[in-house]
Protein backbone atom coordinates (compact mmCIF):
# COMPACT_ATOMS: atom_id res chain seq x y z
CA UNK A 1 0.00 0.00 0.00
CA UNK A 2 1.24 3.32 -1.47
CA UNK A 3 2.02 6.02 1.57
CA UNK A 4 0.87 9.44 1.30
CA UNK A 5 3.36 11.35 0.20
CA UNK A 6 3.49 9.09 -2.65
CA UNK A 7 -0.29 9.12 -3.84
CA UNK A 8 0.29 13.31 -3.80
CA UNK A 9 3.26 12.66 -6.09
CA UNK A 10 1.62 10.95 -8.41
CA UNK A 11 -1.67 12.45 -8.45
CA UNK A 12 0.39 15.30 -10.32
CA UNK A 13 1.09 14.95 -13.82
CA UNK A 14 4.55 13.99 -13.57
CA UNK A 15 7.73 14.72 -15.81
CA UNK A 16 9.21 12.98 -19.26
CA UNK A 17 12.38 12.40 -18.73
CA UNK A 18 12.96 14.02 -21.73
CA UNK A 19 11.62 17.03 -19.15
CA UNK A 20 13.71 16.44 -16.84
CA UNK A 21 17.22 16.32 -18.63
CA UNK A 22 16.06 19.51 -20.14
CA UNK A 23 15.76 20.72 -16.62
CA UNK A 24 19.16 19.15 -15.07
CA UNK A 25 21.44 19.16 -18.03
CA UNK A 26 21.10 15.04 -18.46
CA UNK A 27 21.54 12.96 -21.22
CA UNK A 28 18.41 10.11 -22.03
CA UNK A 29 19.50 6.84 -23.01
CA UNK A 30 16.21 5.42 -23.77
CA UNK A 31 12.53 7.03 -24.06
CA UNK A 32 12.55 10.46 -23.77
CA UNK A 33 8.38 10.36 -23.30
CA UNK A 34 8.57 8.03 -20.84
CA UNK A 35 6.45 9.93 -17.53
CA UNK A 36 7.60 9.63 -14.00
CA UNK A 37 5.42 10.94 -11.03
CA UNK A 38 8.08 10.68 -8.45
CA UNK A 39 11.51 10.21 -6.91
CA UNK A 40 12.64 7.43 -4.67
CA UNK A 41 15.24 6.16 -3.23
CA UNK A 42 16.45 3.11 -5.39
CA UNK A 43 15.55 0.48 -3.07
CA UNK A 44 11.71 1.35 -3.00
CA UNK A 45 11.40 2.54 -6.36
CA UNK A 46 8.48 1.06 -8.58
CA UNK A 47 6.47 1.85 -11.77
CA UNK A 48 6.60 5.62 -12.44
CA UNK A 49 9.41 6.21 -10.52
CA UNK A 50 12.79 8.34 -10.95
CA UNK A 51 15.64 6.90 -8.56
CA UNK A 52 19.23 7.02 -7.92
CA UNK A 53 22.41 4.63 -9.09
CA UNK A 54 24.80 7.11 -8.03
CA UNK A 55 27.90 4.91 -6.84
CA UNK A 56 29.48 1.44 -7.85
CA UNK A 57 27.55 -0.83 -5.54
CA UNK A 58 24.30 -0.08 -6.73
CA UNK A 59 25.22 0.12 -10.61
CA UNK A 60 26.07 -3.32 -9.86
CA UNK A 61 22.30 -4.17 -9.26
CA UNK A 62 20.72 -1.85 -11.93
CA UNK A 63 18.76 -5.01 -13.14
CA UNK A 64 16.91 -5.38 -10.14
CA UNK A 65 15.40 -1.77 -10.01
CA UNK A 66 11.34 -1.74 -11.05
CA UNK A 67 12.15 1.75 -11.45
CA UNK A 68 10.73 4.00 -14.32
CA UNK A 69 13.61 5.47 -14.95
CA UNK A 70 16.85 5.98 -13.51
CA UNK A 71 20.29 8.96 -12.49
CA UNK A 72 23.25 7.10 -13.61
CA UNK A 73 27.00 8.56 -14.42
CA UNK A 74 28.02 9.32 -18.01
CA UNK A 75 28.51 6.08 -19.89
CA UNK A 76 26.44 4.07 -18.11
CA UNK A 77 24.04 1.77 -20.99
CA UNK A 78 21.48 -0.77 -20.24
CA UNK A 79 19.26 -2.39 -22.94
CA UNK A 80 15.64 -1.73 -22.21
CA UNK A 81 16.31 0.62 -19.39
CA UNK A 82 15.67 4.36 -19.10
CA UNK A 83 18.44 6.02 -17.94
CA UNK A 84 19.35 9.80 -17.16
CA UNK A 85 23.34 10.25 -17.30
CA UNK A 86 24.76 12.98 -15.84
CA UNK A 87 27.82 14.19 -14.13
CA UNK A 88 26.51 14.52 -10.70
CA UNK A 89 23.92 12.28 -9.88
CA UNK A 90 23.06 12.58 -6.27
CA UNK A 91 23.14 16.57 -6.80
CA UNK A 92 20.67 16.04 -9.93
CA UNK A 93 18.63 13.04 -8.06
CA UNK A 94 18.13 16.17 -5.19
CA UNK A 95 17.38 18.64 -7.38
CA UNK A 96 14.35 16.15 -9.36
CA UNK A 97 13.30 15.06 -5.96
CA UNK A 98 12.76 19.15 -4.97
CA UNK A 99 10.53 19.61 -7.89
CA UNK A 100 8.33 16.20 -6.71
CA UNK A 101 8.23 17.89 -3.23
CA UNK A 102 7.54 21.43 -3.93
CA UNK A 103 4.46 22.89 -2.97
CA UNK A 104 3.18 26.11 -4.49
CA UNK A 105 2.89 29.25 -1.65
CA UNK A 106 -0.45 30.19 -0.90
CA UNK A 107 -0.81 33.37 1.20
CA UNK A 108 -2.87 32.96 3.93
CA UNK A 109 -2.96 36.73 5.26
CA UNK A 110 -2.80 37.81 8.78
CA UNK A 111 -4.29 35.60 11.24
CA UNK A 112 -6.64 37.66 13.73
CA UNK A 113 -4.36 35.97 16.39
CA UNK A 114 -1.40 37.85 15.46
CA UNK A 115 0.11 41.12 17.63
CA UNK A 116 1.53 43.00 14.82
CA UNK A 117 2.92 46.48 16.04
CA UNK A 118 3.27 50.05 14.72
CA UNK A 119 4.71 51.19 11.08
CA UNK A 120 5.43 48.00 9.52
CA UNK A 121 5.41 47.42 6.26
CA UNK A 122 4.07 43.94 5.19
CA UNK A 123 3.40 42.46 1.12
CA UNK A 124 -0.10 41.38 1.36
CA UNK A 125 0.78 37.72 -0.38
CA UNK A 126 2.48 36.19 3.38
CA UNK A 127 1.16 34.26 5.73
CA UNK A 128 1.47 34.98 9.47
CA UNK A 129 0.07 32.38 11.91
CA UNK A 130 -1.86 32.37 14.90
CA UNK A 131 0.71 33.67 17.89
CA UNK A 132 3.17 35.48 16.23
CA UNK A 133 4.25 38.91 17.65
CA UNK A 134 6.22 41.44 15.18
CA UNK A 135 7.07 44.14 16.65
CA UNK A 136 7.42 48.08 15.27
CA UNK A 137 9.02 48.97 12.01
CA UNK A 138 9.30 45.87 10.67
CA UNK A 139 9.58 45.13 6.81
CA UNK A 140 8.31 41.61 5.13
CA UNK A 141 8.45 40.92 1.60
CA UNK A 142 6.07 38.83 -0.38
CA UNK A 143 5.79 35.44 -0.25
CA UNK A 144 7.03 35.33 3.48
CA UNK A 145 5.69 32.64 6.02
CA UNK A 146 6.18 33.00 9.66
CA UNK A 147 4.45 30.03 11.88
CA UNK A 148 3.15 30.08 15.15
CA UNK A 149 4.73 31.22 18.46
CA UNK A 150 7.61 33.16 16.56
CA UNK A 151 8.68 36.51 17.65
CA UNK A 152 9.88 39.35 15.06
CA UNK A 153 11.70 42.35 16.81
CA UNK A 154 11.44 45.85 16.00
CA UNK A 155 13.15 47.20 12.95
CA UNK A 156 13.66 43.52 11.88
CA UNK A 157 13.33 43.08 7.84
CA UNK A 158 12.36 39.65 6.05
CA UNK A 159 13.23 39.00 2.35
CA UNK A 160 10.80 37.66 -0.53
CA UNK A 161 10.22 33.56 0.15
CA UNK A 162 11.67 33.36 3.24
CA UNK A 163 10.26 30.54 5.87
CA UNK A 164 9.98 30.96 10.14
CA UNK A 165 9.08 27.75 11.31
CA UNK A 166 7.21 27.32 14.86
CA UNK A 167 9.09 29.38 17.72
CA UNK A 168 12.03 31.22 15.72
CA UNK A 169 13.08 34.47 17.46
CA UNK A 170 13.95 37.59 15.31
CA UNK A 171 15.88 40.21 17.85
CA UNK A 172 15.44 43.69 17.00
CA UNK A 173 17.30 44.81 13.92
CA UNK A 174 17.78 41.68 12.05
CA UNK A 175 17.92 41.09 8.63
CA UNK A 176 16.81 37.97 6.66
CA UNK A 177 17.55 37.82 2.89
CA UNK A 178 15.50 36.05 0.42
CA UNK A 179 14.30 32.39 0.85
CA UNK A 180 15.69 31.76 3.69
CA UNK A 181 14.82 28.92 6.23
CA UNK A 182 14.94 29.01 9.78
CA UNK A 183 13.70 25.92 12.01
CA UNK A 184 12.01 25.86 15.06
CA UNK A 185 13.84 27.18 18.38
CA UNK A 186 16.27 28.81 16.75
CA UNK A 187 17.27 32.28 17.87
CA UNK A 188 18.83 35.33 15.91
CA UNK A 189 20.32 38.07 17.53
CA UNK A 190 19.86 37.30 20.51
CA UNK A 191 23.54 39.52 22.64
CA UNK A 192 27.11 38.76 21.90
CA UNK A 193 28.76 37.17 25.43
CA UNK A 194 30.77 40.35 25.59
CA UNK A 195 32.10 41.16 29.32
CA UNK A 196 35.16 43.47 30.52
CA UNK A 197 36.64 41.94 34.11
CA UNK A 198 36.28 45.23 36.46
CA UNK A 199 38.52 43.94 39.49
CA UNK A 200 36.02 41.66 40.89
CA UNK A 201 33.00 42.43 38.56
CA UNK A 202 32.28 41.56 35.37
CA UNK A 203 30.90 44.35 33.44
CA UNK A 204 28.84 43.87 30.21
CA UNK A 205 29.74 45.42 27.07
CA UNK A 206 26.56 46.53 25.39
CA UNK A 207 25.90 45.09 22.32
CA UNK A 208 24.71 47.37 19.62
CA UNK A 209 25.01 45.82 16.54
CA UNK A 210 22.98 43.29 14.49
CA UNK A 211 22.59 40.14 11.78
CA UNK A 212 22.43 39.97 8.61
CA UNK A 213 21.77 37.00 6.53
CA UNK A 214 22.14 36.67 2.75
CA UNK A 215 19.94 35.21 0.49
CA UNK A 216 19.35 31.14 0.12
CA UNK A 217 20.49 30.35 3.88
CA UNK A 218 18.85 27.66 6.45
CA UNK A 219 19.43 27.16 9.78
CA UNK A 220 18.89 24.18 11.66
CA UNK A 221 16.73 23.95 15.00
CA UNK A 222 17.86 25.26 17.71
CA UNK A 223 21.21 27.14 16.84
CA UNK A 224 21.78 30.57 18.04
CA UNK A 225 23.56 33.66 15.77
CA UNK A 226 24.79 35.96 18.17
CA UNK A 227 24.31 40.15 17.45
CA UNK A 228 27.23 41.94 16.66
CA UNK A 229 29.04 43.86 19.50
CA UNK A 230 29.40 47.01 16.83
CA UNK A 231 28.76 46.37 13.18
CA UNK A 232 27.32 43.50 12.22
CA UNK A 233 27.04 39.00 12.03
CA UNK A 234 27.30 38.14 9.04
CA UNK A 235 26.15 35.06 7.14
CA UNK A 236 26.28 35.15 3.35
CA UNK A 237 24.20 33.63 0.41
CA UNK A 238 23.93 29.74 0.81
CA UNK A 239 25.57 29.22 4.35
CA UNK A 240 23.87 26.23 5.42
CA UNK A 241 23.67 25.57 9.19
CA UNK A 242 22.96 22.54 10.68
CA UNK A 243 21.36 21.79 14.24
CA UNK A 244 22.59 23.24 17.44
CA UNK A 245 25.11 24.98 16.47
CA UNK A 246 26.39 28.72 18.19
CA UNK A 247 27.33 31.55 16.05
CA UNK A 248 29.58 34.07 17.72
CA UNK A 249 29.24 38.05 17.86
CA UNK A 250 31.07 39.50 14.77
CA UNK A 251 31.43 36.32 12.82
CA UNK A 252 31.39 36.00 8.96
CA UNK A 253 30.75 32.88 7.66
CA UNK A 254 31.20 32.97 3.73
CA UNK A 255 29.18 32.18 1.16
CA UNK A 256 28.39 28.51 0.53
CA UNK A 257 29.49 27.32 3.75
CA UNK A 258 28.50 24.47 5.50
CA UNK A 259 28.53 24.18 9.64
CA UNK A 260 27.72 20.64 11.24
CA UNK A 261 25.69 20.30 14.35
CA UNK A 262 27.12 21.37 17.71
CA UNK A 263 29.35 23.09 16.54
CA UNK A 264 30.72 26.44 18.20
CA UNK A 265 32.10 29.06 16.39
CA UNK A 266 33.62 31.55 19.12
CA UNK A 267 33.72 35.87 18.38
CA UNK A 268 34.76 37.56 15.72
CA UNK A 269 35.86 34.68 13.58
CA UNK A 270 35.83 34.99 9.76
CA UNK A 271 35.43 31.92 7.49
CA UNK A 272 35.68 31.94 4.00
CA UNK A 273 33.84 30.82 1.56
CA UNK A 274 32.62 27.12 1.24
CA UNK A 275 34.32 25.78 3.99
CA UNK A 276 33.22 22.42 5.78
CA UNK A 277 32.83 22.73 9.61
CA UNK A 278 32.24 18.54 10.52
CA UNK A 279 30.24 17.74 13.80
CA UNK A 280 31.29 19.33 17.17
CA UNK A 281 33.97 20.96 15.95
CA UNK A 282 35.09 24.75 16.79
CA UNK A 283 36.79 27.76 16.59
CA UNK A 284 38.48 30.14 18.93
CA UNK A 285 38.12 34.02 18.89
CA UNK A 286 39.69 36.49 16.31
CA UNK A 287 40.73 33.75 13.96
CA UNK A 288 40.81 33.71 9.89
CA UNK A 289 40.17 30.72 8.42
CA UNK A 290 40.41 30.54 4.52
CA UNK A 291 37.88 29.65 1.65
CA UNK A 292 37.16 26.00 0.35
CA UNK A 293 38.90 24.83 4.41
CA UNK A 294 37.55 21.25 5.85
CA UNK A 295 37.25 21.35 9.48
CA UNK A 296 37.30 17.54 10.99
CA UNK A 297 35.13 16.28 13.50
CA UNK A 298 35.99 17.53 16.97
CA UNK A 299 38.56 19.74 15.66
CA UNK A 300 39.62 22.95 17.83
CA UNK A 301 40.63 25.53 15.57
CA UNK A 302 42.87 28.17 17.43
CA UNK A 303 45.06 29.99 15.09
CA UNK A 304 44.66 31.00 11.47
CA UNK A 305 44.15 28.29 8.89
CA UNK A 306 45.21 29.17 4.88
CA UNK A 307 42.66 28.31 2.15
CA UNK A 308 42.28 24.87 0.75
CA UNK A 309 43.73 23.00 3.89
CA UNK A 310 42.29 20.00 5.87
CA UNK A 311 42.41 20.63 9.75
CA UNK A 312 41.89 18.17 12.73
CA UNK A 313 43.30 17.73 16.18
CA UNK A 314 42.64 19.82 19.15
CA UNK A 315 44.55 22.77 17.92
CA UNK A 316 43.75 22.65 14.08
CA UNK A 317 46.84 21.23 12.64
CA UNK A 318 47.59 19.92 9.21
CA UNK A 319 45.59 16.76 8.81
CA UNK A 320 48.51 14.54 6.84
CA UNK A 321 51.16 15.99 10.21
CA UNK A 322 48.21 15.02 12.66
CA UNK A 323 48.18 11.45 11.46
CA UNK A 324 51.78 10.99 11.71
CA UNK A 325 51.23 12.41 15.09
CA UNK A 326 48.75 10.33 16.02
CA UNK A 327 50.84 6.92 14.62
CA UNK A 328 54.21 7.86 16.96
CA UNK A 329 51.90 8.30 19.65
CA UNK A 330 50.24 4.78 19.34
CA UNK A 331 53.82 3.73 18.74
CA UNK A 332 55.00 4.86 22.26
CA UNK A 333 54.91 1.98 24.31
CA UNK A 334 57.20 -0.30 21.81
CA UNK A 335 58.96 2.86 21.76
CA UNK A 336 59.71 2.54 25.62
CA UNK A 337 60.30 -0.54 25.82
CA UNK A 338 63.34 -0.58 23.02
CA UNK A 339 64.11 2.48 24.62
CA UNK A 340 64.83 0.42 27.82
CA UNK A 341 66.38 -2.38 26.21
CA UNK A 342 68.85 0.10 24.78
CA UNK A 343 69.52 1.58 28.13
CA UNK A 344 70.11 -1.60 29.75
CA UNK A 345 72.74 -2.99 27.20
CA UNK A 346 74.53 -0.24 27.42
CA UNK A 347 74.48 -0.06 31.06
CA UNK A 348 72.95 3.15 31.32
CA UNK A 349 70.38 4.02 34.13
Not at 14 to 32: F, Q, W
Not at 35 to 56: C, H, S, Y
Not at 188 to 199: L, M, P, Q, S, T
Not at 264 to 289: L, P, R
Amino acid sequence: MEDLDTKMNRSCQGYTLGEIAGMVGGKVSGDPETRVFAARPFEEAGPGDITLAGNRKILSRLKESKAEAVIVPPGVTMDGRNLLETANPKAVFARILQKFTATNFEAEGISGLALVGKRCEIDPEVTVDAFVRIGDRVKIQEKVTISSGCSVGDDCFIGAGSLLNPNVTLYPGSILGERVIVHSGTVIGADGFGYVKDGEQQVKLPQSGNVQIGNDVEIGANSCIDRATFGSTVLENQVKIDNHVHIGHNCRIGEGTIIVGSVGISGSVTIGKNCIFAGQSGASDHVNIGDNVTVLAKTAVTKDVPSGMTVSGLHGRDHRGQIKTEAILNRLPQIYRDLKTIKKKLGLK
